[in-house]
């Protein structure tokens, strides 16, 4: 990972643990956490630059996963992560050009066991554009 797509990271990844309601906010999918939890995702990069400057463009997902009957929770979380990424997202070393939200698409994971809540797994993904700063 570059350091645009690792400073957006971090920066998404503090914004998002932010947020009420959330056990964690992980890197990466964890493989034991409690419901609900968050992964934020970085890539794939792309050059975005300009002849007197670097730049690049650089995909960011944020996924939720959480447990119940009903999605409610989720959804509401999936609409809490948008708007907080969406609110002057500030990644150290680059200036911020776009952040375009893309799509937020949700499901239930798989069939649970007998007597197992439902996993429910949702995600906001966005289009970074970014300039090196300075």
């Known amino acids: 990972m570059s350091g645009a797509a690792a400073a957006l990271q971090a920066a998404a ?3 998002v643990a932010g947020l009420a309601g959330l056990s964690g906010v992980y890197e990466a999918a964890p493989l034991q956490a409690v419901y609900p939890h968050a992964t934020v995702e970085a890539g794939p990069e792309t050059d975005w630059g300009h002849k007197s400057g670097g730049g690049a463009e650089v995909r960011l ?9 009903r999605p409610r929770r989720l959804l509401a ?3 809490a992560a948008r708007t907080a990424l969406e609110a002057d997202l500030a990644p150290e070393g680059w200036q911020l050009v ?3 939200w893309l799509r937020t698409h ?4 798989g069939k649970p066991p007998v007597g197992a809540d439902t996993v ?3 995600a906001v993904e966005f289009r970074a554009r970014l300039l090196r700063a300075g």
């Open 120 to 122: 429910w797994a949702g």
């Open 13 to 15: 990844l503090a914004r």
């Open 106 to 109: 949700w499901a239930r994971e």
């Open 61 to 69: 997902a944020v996924t939720i996963r959480d447990a119940g009957e």
């Open 98 to 100: 776009t952040l375009s």
């Open 77 to 79: 979380l999936l609409e």
